[in-house]
């Protein structure tokens, strides 16, 4: 048994398996969007308590739980990125993405956007390499 998994489970992560440059490119600009989200979603949170006195504070705890429930969304992406789901991952990455940039942080639902954009190359790549890697058809008798 390897560390890190339990009887009967698959680990997720391979490290002999080489990642092709979409999917770092993609883990990267998804790891510094959750990174992103919840500085400026715990921010968004504080400064909502502090100025509560004033009723403006409302907007910003509202603002700050959307900010932080888009912060868990993007570590769903991540786990749907390692577990190869990358046709949910991409559409989920758009949808929040434009929840991000609309309700959040601007430039975290930018960087979201651009991994979005990273997912068909990736797709097609991973396609091609299932294609090469399975064994012939046996012939029909």
Known sequence: ????TYPGSQPIYNPTEIKPPEYQSIMTLLKWSGILQLIIGILEVVVGLVTLI????????????????????????????????YTQAKSSTLLWGIIALLFSFLITGILMILAYTKFDSLITK??????????????VQ
């Open 126 to 139: 991973e396609q091609q390499m299932a294609f090469t890697q399975s064994p012939p058809n046996p012939p």
């Open 54 to 85: 004033f009723f403006v504070g409302v907007i910003y705890i509202i603002l700050g739980v959307i900010t932080l429930f888009v912060y868990t969304r993007i570590n769903k992406i991540k786990k749907m990125v390692e577990e190869k789901q």
């Open 1 to 4: 048994m390897t560390s890190g």
